[in-house]
C-alpha cells in the first residue's frame, strides 16, 4: 500500500513535471522561443570570439560544444519564426520582411548551421580564424536584413 | 471687408514670393576653389569612409549590374517617401563632366548643377564638415571608376512631380531652419592629432551622427544629444547612443573598438549589422587601421 502510494506519486511527479515542461514551451510563444534561441546562439558564439580574441586558449573540445550548441540553436530558431509572428505579446526585432522572404531567410539560418557545423569539426588552431569569420559573416548576413536594431 | 481680403492677398504673395527667393540655393562660385593636386588614393579612402557606394547601389532586383559601382537605383526608404539615389559614375547619365565646383556645390552644399535643393537624404548635411580638398579627391578617385550607363529614377512621392518642385524648393527654408550652413570642420587644438582625426571622420565623411543623433523639431541633428542614440531615421527600432561606451561596458578601450569597427559580427561585436550599421562596419573593415583607431580614440572620449 505505501510502496504504491510511493510509486503513484512518483508518478504524479514525474506527470506533473512533463505538463510543466509541456506547458512552458506551449504557453511561450514563437517570440520568446527564438529570443531565447538567439540569446544562447550569441553565448555560444561569445564563447568562440574570446578565443579569436586571445581572451582564451585554443581548445577543441570548448570549440566544438559551442559550435554545437550554436548550431543546435540556431535550428531552433529557425522553427519560431512562424507566419503571423512579426507582433506578438512580447516586443520582437524581427522584420517583417522575414515573411516575405521566407525561402531566402531559412537559407540564411541553413548556412549559418553549416557554418557552425564546419566549425564544430574545426581541430586545427590554424583552420579556426576562416571559421569564425565564416560563421561571423553568416549572423551578419541575416541580420543586416531581418532583424531591426535594439537599442 | 474686399480690401482686406484683397491686403492679404497681396501680403500672402508677397510672403511666399520672399518665401521662394529666400528657399534659393545659393552655390559657392567657381572661385572659391584654390588650385589642387588630386590624391586618387586619399579620394578612395574617404570615399570608403564616406559610403557613397552604400547608398549609390544599382538595385536590387538588377543583377546583371556591377555591384562596385555607384550606378545608383537601389530604394532608399524615408519618411518623405522612396528615394532612388542616381548614377553618380563618370558617365553622361551619371556626373561625367561635372566641374569640380559642382561636385563640391552638390556633395558639400546640397545644391545640383541645375540650381535646384536636393533632398537631406543625401547626407551633405554633414559631409558639408570634409575640406574641399578632401571632396575633390574623392571627384578625382570616382573619375578613374567604369563609367555605367544607367538612367535616374524619380522618387516614389505621396503627391507625385508637382510636390518635388515644391518641396525641393522648400529645403531652402528647411536648410535655414535646421541652421544648415556649409561650416568646415574645425580643429580643437587642445586634443591630439588622432583624437582630431577621428572627429573628422565622424562628423564629416563618416556622417555617423545622421543615424546616432536624435532630430529636433525641424528634423535637424540635436547637437546637445550628440550620437546619444534615438529612434531610427528609417523608423526601423533604435540606434544606440555612442557615448559613455566606456563606463557601460560596451567596450573596453579605442583598441577594443577600433577591432569592432573592423570585424563587427565576425568577432561576436553583436550590434553592428542591423539597421544600416553592416555596410558602415564594412567599410569601417577597408580602411587603414590609424583610421578606425582614430574613430575609436573620439568615440571612446565621449561622456
Known sequence: MYSRLVSSSRTAVIGLTAVMALSTTAFAGPIDDRQAAMKNVGKAMGALAAIAKKEAPFDAGVVNSNAT???????????????????????????AEIWQNKADFDAKADKAVEAAMAMAAVTA???????????????KACHTDYRRPKQ | MKRILAAGIIAGGIAAAV???????????????GAHAANVENGKRLYTAAGCLSCHLPAKDDTEADVSLPSGGRALKTP??????????????????????????????????????????????????????DVLDIKAYMDTLKPVQASNRQPD???????????RRGLGIWK?????????????????????RGAYLVRGPGHCGECHTPRNWAMALDASRWLAGGPHPEGAGKVPSLRNLK??????????????????????????SSGGMAAVQTNMSKLPAEDRLAIATYLMSLE
Not at chain 2, 19 to 33: K, N
Request: glycine share 10%; hydrophobic share 40%; net charge negative.
Open chain 1, 69 to 95: 550548441a550554436l548550431a543546435d540553436n540556431v535550428k531552433a530558431a529557425k522553427d519560431h519564426f512562424p507566419e503571423g509572428s512579426a507582433t506578438g505579446d512580447k516586443e520582437t526585432w524581427a522584420k
Open chain 2, 80 to 133: 518623405a517617401g522612396v528615394f532612388y539615389p542616381p548614377n553618380i559614375t563618370p558617365d553622361a547619365t551619371g556626373i561625367g563632366g561635372w566641374t569640380g565646383i559642382q561636385f563640391v556645390n552638390a556633395v558639400k552644399g546640397g545644391i545640383s548643377p541645375q540650381n535646384t535643393h536636393y533632398l537631406p537624404a543625401f547626407p551633405y548635411t554633414s559631409y558639408a564638415r570634409m575640406t574641399n580638398s
Open chain 2, 247 to 272: 563606463a557601460r561596458k560596451r567596450f573596453k578601450d579605442a583598441k577594443d573598438l577600433a577591432t569592432a569597427l573592423e570585424f563587427g559580427e565576425t568577432l561576436g561585436y553583436d550590434k553592428m
Open chain 1, 125 to 139: 588552431e590554424a583552420d579556426f580564424g576562416a571559421a569564425l569569420g565564416a560563421l561571423g559573416n553568416a549572423c
Open chain 2, 157 to 167: 512621392l505621396p503627391l507625385g512631380l508637382p510636390a518635388e518642385t515644391v518641396m
Open chain 2, 19 to 33: 518665401g521662394w527667393i529666400v528657399a534659393a540655393p545659393d552655390p559657392l562660385p567657381a572661385s572659391a576653389l
Open chain 2, 176 to 196: 535655414i531652419a535646421a541652421g544648415f550652413g556649409p561650416v568646415e570642420f574645425a580643429r580643437d587644438a587642445s586634443r591630439d592629432e588622432v583624437w582630431n
